[in-house]
């Protein structure tokens, strides 16, 4: 018995005209009358399902009739044209068999299910249309991303995930230990004795795999990573997980400039790989969560982005005679409210906001020569805000000295991220972006919480 | 000024012949008489380097004659063919500039360095011959992987990092907390108080991402994770580390044959993604790391993989002759040695073997007909013995509730996974893929910490 997919069969609809098929798949709706019957089947690998038609010519029409949604099916039957219904063609079955039963009590039953209740049974989510549709566009967004990086002879570099240096720096962190929590070893100064964890000292979840990427970039010339990375931040809101994915492109002999072109390049091969490759998707999402967001991606994928520094976007803020709840001034932190402000209705497309301030920005940025600004990148865009932060990176071994301490940080926990620069170093440049965001943007969908499988968030670690 | 990469250069040497390029690279060695001299630079992109010519028409000749190995220079000069020579190609200097110095006491001078040592300068040592080919390796094998299952229309599952549940019982487990472990809060029994922890409960890293992909099966129909997961065990050893890469297909309407046919194709297709877009670095492999490592892929990836039942392997094995360090007898797990006898010795090719007695085997693997095995499959492959480990998965709720009895295993830890079974549940089966050992066997690499950019082991967390 060889199974067509119901994906298959819609891509190639003539070679099957007429033909005996076989298909698996679930009940997502049946309906029948005392001699014949409908079955919406989905089998997965296509957003829509396929009509099964059946009579009281199988054997088992009655105990058909009675199956629950949810049912796992195995249909054979023929395909059959339909030019005058909604659906292209319909499957006239010849045996249907039941593969996995479903009781009355599946929870997903046909109606609408609000989104708090879907995660509660994340377990079953993806098999709703919304979550389909979300989790087969993530895994074909995580797949553009390689595409993209691997077809310019980029190299994937696996970071670490735990990570014994304090020095990422970026926000709470979550210990990774094996000793015994109830009875740690102490040291004399009432310090945790370390030495008896498994790694020998204190390990936390990384925050970013950045600098080390830097490594990459400093041997392969162009690298990225894309891996989970952390926070223990105790915010709950629509927009904060404690696990999320993270791509992290390092190039070196480049510049700002050509890290915003590798931004700009990135975002627009995504946006169409994902248009080509699920157009049922993205006009459900059109539809049904986001209206307008077909033609919003489309409006992204052909403009030139806008450039502007931010001291010219903080004029722009000043002169628009919006009242925003957080006050603009030069040195000010763009809250989301400024950023969507300033890509939906200022420049009405994706826009690059350069040169902040080095006061809101990390200490490895590299410093421009007005000696106020660094050579910083933020990508706003539309309903998202913020959407891709990167910079060049300062490769000057003494302007990164200086910065460290500025920060007061301690150049010992450096001691390899500052060799790069003393090793070869180059003027090189990078960026992170958030995956979740990415996938909120090509869906529409508003709650970070709805775009991951099974998400990670304050008191939340369910599944 | 657009600098070209010796990649693009090797691949289209013709365009650019005579002609003018740019291009920014490291120097690997450095040769000069009075007048003249040469550089071989490597820029990364390419396993090889291109060889520069200069001469004291160039300004800075002088200083150029004395740059140290590993420093960073932009070349501008004509590409000129030599056929003669060695090498394919040379660039001709027409000017040389110094973007990022090297001192001499940088550590990678040329010269053998053992691989010890270039774990300890992990940072740099992506900068080696072997180490850019391991790590291009291991990117292309993970594109080859993605390619692989994407094409095949499988969705890509990010299952958690960070899990609550006990039921993955693969090992030791890494704890995650925030909680501040100099003063845990206790609870009447003498426990420690998971409450006020950042999930509010226990929580650990993940050893498998298959429960959760199963999740997307039943959902999707073919779905695969790929993402790090985690064993705190304390075994220091080549073949182990604390933090390491899994792939986890999982596909329903599927059973034992279904899952070894896609991990046969899925290895034959990495080892030819490989072998076409590093042949360079394979080369290098088969003369330097392990002789014949190539002549074993091609083998590998024309042969028809052996499949023989366990109960067949432990005879072969009895009567092999052999005298193994670990006694043979129905019931024993396999050993490396054992395994590497049917995979290399025996067989000379890939070789599955099915049906393990089910005491040795997980709890969610299928019970055969006989109640005494289960429908296990691991593949040996020679060199390196188990490659992949999968099976079919007990989809019959009745049975699968048994079996976590066996083990003596609660099923409330596993109300969703039972639910699987109980609602729309069909046959389905799947695999586990170690990656870093997938890199060990492609590139004949022994040691597992040189194939990760920055292995985590017992005590070691540097970088």
């Known amino acids: 018995m060889i199974m067509i997919s119901v994906r298959k069969i819609y891509k190639d609809t003539e070679q099957f005209t007429n033909e005996k098929v076989t298909i698996g798949g679930w009940v997502r709706s049946l309906r029948d009358s005392k001699t014949f019957g409908f079955i919406d089947l989905n089998d997965g690998t296509f957003f829509k399902g396929v009509q099964i038609v059946f009579d009281d010519s199988i054997e088992n029409f009655k105990e058909i009739t009675k199956v629950g949604v949810g049912t796992a099916l195995i249909i054979e039957g023929t395909l059959i044209l339909t030019p005058n219904q909604k659906q292209p063609f319909e499957i006239k079955a010849t045996s249907i068999e039941v593969e996995g039963e479903c009781p009355p009590d599946y929870p997903l039953q046909k109606k609408r299910h609000s989104m708090e209740f ?4 994340a377990y079953l989510r993806p098999r709703t249309n919304t979550f389909s549709a979300v989790f087969r566009v993530r895994s074909l967004a995580a797949y553009a991303i390689h595409k993209f990086f691997q077809e310019r002879n980029f190299v994937y570099a696996h970071t670490p995930i735990i990570t014994a240096s304090d020095c990422e720096g970026a926000g709470e962190m979550f210990t990774v230990t094996t000793l015994d929590l109830k009875k740690p070893k102490f040291k004399e100064d009432g310090e945790i004795d370390f030495k008896e964890d498994f790694f020998g000292k204190m390990a936390s979840l990384t925050v970013s795999g950045q600098l080390s990427a830097e490594t990459f970039a400093l041997a392969f010339k162009d690298a990225y990573t894309f891996g989970p990375t952390f926070r223990a931040e105790n915010s709950n809101t629509p927009r904060h997980a404690a696990e999320f994915w993270m791509i992290e492109p390092e190039i070196a002999f480049a510049d700002l400039n050509d890290d915003m072109n590798l931004a700009e390049d990135m975002l627009k091969f995504i946006i169409n790989y994902v248009l080509e490759n699920a157009p049922e998707e993205i006009k459900f999402f059109d ?20 450039r ?3 001291t010219e976007a ?3 803020l000043e002169k628009s005679g919006k009242s925003f709840e957080y006050p603009v001034y030069w040195g000010c932190d763009l809250q989301t409210e400024h950023e969507k402000f300033l890509s939906q209705e200022y420049f009405k497309r994706p826009v690059f906001v350069i040169d902040y301030p080095k006061e809101i920005k990390a200490f490895y940025m590299r410093l421009n020569d007005d000696k106020k600004t660094v050579a910083a990148m933020d990508l706003l865009v539309p309903a998202i805000g913020e959407l891709i932060g990167g910079s060049q990176r300062e490769e000057r071994l003494d302007v990164l000295q200086s910065r460290l301490a500025e920060f007061g940080l301690n150049e010992d926990d450096y001691w390899w991220y500052l060799n790069l620069r003393k090793f070869g170093g180059t003027r090189h440049a990078g960026f992170g972006l958030g995956f979740e965001r990415l996938v909120m943007y090509l869906t529409g969908i508003t709650n970070i919480r709805d775009v991951i499988p099974f998400p990670r968030t304050v008191g939340k670690a369910d599944f």
Chains 1, 2 share one sequence.
């Open 118 to 121: 879907l995660r509660e049974i």
């Open 287 to 306: 539809s049904f969560v986001s209206k307008g967001i077909l033609q919003t991606l489309n409006n992204d994928m052909n403009a030139d982005f806008g």
């Open 308 to 310: 502007v520094t931010y």
């Open 314 to 316: 903080i004029e722009i």
